[in-house]
């Protein structure tokens, strides 16, 4: 699915006092298939946005042939919103169920998942999210944060979305588990053609493996561009520097001719290898 918004504005409370712009004017394209970042302090109302939770103060969204403004009618909201999956733990997660196993099922009874099929899914999402079998019968609220964060992502994958969108899904993540799900979008992505959407805070997890940048200041889009967006010293005006890329800026200056590297194990091999 490629998502298009077009002279796309989202303000809270306008004209008045407590006025916020979250976009103003803006033109982007979210293509199939890519990962795609977008990086500011507070994004989880573009995940709203893009799930028709909320909409637009004006211009549009298109999902496809599919368009949504302010005022327009969307013939079936169920069967765009099974196009999506949402994840977002800004706020305390509650989960309605008794056990991993029947807050799964009922992801997929409301998407009229049925029979053996349901079985199937929810073991492969558990697999996908990092999770084996002996989660089924466990209390989701009694789980770690990381552990609830993998349960719901089991809960969208079960469902086999075109579109993930994820808020702040590095937060509590082991090195281990980064790399884990690094491998993993890149595998979604390549294999099966999924569209990656990652809101964050930060850019060190989304440093080797996203396809497009999108730096969001005050409504604005104030950067965008690939991978080489992380050596643009105007990124660093809105977001802190990986540590990777101010480890081997520092080469740089001391005029070690190496070439860029985004994994500090290749890059400590050149380094021993020219020493």
């Known amino acids: 699915m490629e998502i298009v918004l077009s002279k796309f504005s989202y ?17 982007i ?23 028709v939770i909320k909409r637009p103060s004006s211009g549009v969204i298109r999902f496809d042939s599919v368009r949504v403004s302010r005022s327009s009618h969307i013939h079936n909201s169920k069967a765009l919103r099974r196009r999506m999956g949402y994840l977002n733990m ?80 590095e937060k509590g993540l082991s090195y281990k588990e980064r790399d884990y799900f690094r491998k993993l979008f890149i595998k979604l992505k390549t294999k099966y053609n999924k569209t990656i959407v990652l809101l964050s805070r930060k850019v060190e997890f989304l440093f080797d493996f996203v396809d497009k940048v999108y730096v969001i200041n005050k409504g604005k889009v104030v950067l965008e561009g690939g991978q080489e967006i992380f050596y ?11 540590k ?30 020219r020493c």
Request: charged share 35%.
């Open 11 to 27: 303000i809270e409370n306008k004209s008045s006092s407590i006025e916020k712009k979250y976009f103003e004017s803006v033109d």
């Open 29 to 51: 394209k979210i293509e199939e298939g890519k990962i795609v970042s977008f990086v500011n302090d507070d994004l989880s109302i573009l995940g709203k946005l893009l799930l």
């Open 90 to 169: 800004d706020t305390e997660v509650m989960f309605l169920e008794p056990t991993v196993k029947k807050e799964i099922t009922e992801v997929l009874k409301g998407y009229d998942f049925k029979g053996k099929e349901v079985e199937k899914r929810i073991i492969d999402s558990l697999k996908l999210a990092g999770l084996n079998e002996s989660y089924l019968d466990r209390n989701p609220n009694e789980l770690s944060f990381v552990e609830q964060k993998k349960v719901k992502f089991a809960c969208i994958m079960s469902y086999n979305p075109e579109v993930l969108i994820l808020n702040d899904f």
């Open 232 to 242: 643009d010293n105007k990124l660093y005006k809105y977001v802190d520097v990986p």
């Open 244 to 273: 990777i890329v101010e480890f081997t800026n520092f080469l740089h200056s001391e005029k070690h001719d190496i070439n860029k590297y985004t994994d500090f194990k290749e890059l400590i091999k050149e380094l021993y290898r």
